[in-house]
């Protein structure tokens, strides 16, 4: 058997990440039927997602941060200012984000991350099913994902 030497560095380094990347989606796209099926459509790329709420004078009461991709809608920030927490801000910024990346993106699926003092329930009433739970991630806070299916459910409920 052929042993061989290698040098390990720990340097934070864009140019061999990116050739990382690029050498990993070449490996999944090789393996998966699906990836393969995505590359060169409009799905293939993320595509930037941001809905935000001003104020009557301009200041941002709310936003929401995300992206589409492979026709699923990924939420990443969605945060209210404490002065219009609990008017319904938030569920008006998601609510606009699925519509843009239903209507306009072709999206049938949402998905997001949220920590167990954030707002797990919120999402929960806005039809977002808990599909993993990370325990002490950080150490001491429960990480939830969760996932909503988009547009018309096989029994008429949206």
Sequence with gaps: MVRHMFRLETEVDKSRRDLLRSRLLES??????????LRGTPAERERPLHVWALDERGAMAGGLVGHTWASWLHVTFLW???LHRGAGLGGLLLTEAERLATTERGCTAARLETWDFQAPDFYRKKGYEVVCVIPDY??????????????PQPDGRR
């Design 138 to 151: 950080p150490p001491g806070v429960t990480e939830y994902t969760l996932t909503k299916r988009l547009g």
């Design 28 to 37: 999944n796209t090789a393996a998966s039927p699906v990836l393969r099926a």
């Design 80 to 82: 209210v200012d404490d």
